[in-house]
T-cell receptor, first 115, second 113 residues
Framework: GAGVSQSPSNKVTEKGKDVELRCDPI?????LYWYRQSLGQGLEFLIY????????KSGLPSDRFSAERTGGSVSTLTIQRTQQEDSAVYLC?????????????FGPGTRLLVL | AQSVTQLGSHVSVSEGALVLLRCNYS??????LFWYVQYPNQGLQLLLK??????LVKGINGFEAEFKKSETSFHLTKPSAHMSDAAEYFC???????????FGGGTRVLVKP
């Protein structure tokens, strides 16, 4: 079946612009996660959704970052007024959460470059 | 703070040689443990995971890992490296409800012919 998909695969933007990154999880997966992978910081957790609710937003680096999930499916990560330090690969993952510690399946990521 | 450490950011092995990637975590409470592999320009793929039960875990592509509570370690091994094993490997742990993963810094494996 289809895996986690993310769009766009690459995004180049100018400093100060807003960007939206999209994640389509595996059908039926109730849990959805966003992570960021950057050279300086490695792989970092950003936010976790269970259904449409986000019980853990502790990894969002600033109030310029926000995310939402609708219909228990698609999620959008929005970065406002982008900065050069936002350049990274943004990874989305989903899981069934039927058992504690179900496997997270990752998408290919969106590579964001802020000029 | 709870953390995950991977010893060695780069490892070079000869084809056919043993692959050993080290992972240690800092916590008094044993976490759930994972190894992921990332090929260039791709997402992360699960190699194996330890949750409960047998401490020696077998994964895909001939990899295995052993959870040693006394050493707070979860090292990844493969007896014989193949060229296709060249990739970056990440150890990850989860302590929290909600399954949030904390990753080590990653180890890039180079396989020499």
């Amino acid at each position: 079946g289809a895996g986690v998909s993310q769009s766009p695969s690459n995004k180049v933007t100018e400093k100060g612009k807003d960007v939206e990154l999209r994640c389509d999880p595996i059908s039926g997966h109730t849990a959805l996660y966003w992570y960021r992978q950057s050279l300086g910081q490695g792989l970092e957790f950003l936010i976790y959704f269970q259904g449409n609710s986000a019980p853990d937003k502790s990894g969002l680096p600033s109030d310029r970052f926000s995310a939402e999930r609708t219909g228990g499916s698609v999620s959008t990560l929005t970065i406002q007024r982008t900065q050069q330090e936002d350049s990274a690969v943004y990874l989305c993952a989903s899981s069934t959460q039927q058992g504690y510690q179900e496997t997270q399946y990752f998408g290919p990521g969106t590579r964001l470059l802020v000029l | 703070a709870q953390s995950v450490t991977q010893l060695g950011s780069h490892v070079s092995v000869s084809e056919g040689a043993l692959v050993l990637l080290r992972c240690n975590y800092s916590s008094s409470v044993p976490p759930y443990l994972f190894w992921y592999v990332q090929y260039p320009n791709q997402g992360l793929q699960l190699l194996l995971k330890y949750t409960t039960g047998a401490t020696l875990v077998k994964g895909i592509n001939g990899f295995e890992a052993e959870f040693k509570k006394s050493e707070t370690s979860f090292h990844l091994t493969k007896p014989s490296a193949h060229m296709s094993d060249a990739a970056e490997y990440f150890c990850a742990v989860s302590w929290a409800a909600g399954n949030k993963l904390t990753f080590g810094g990653g180890t890039r494996v180079l396989v020499k012919p």
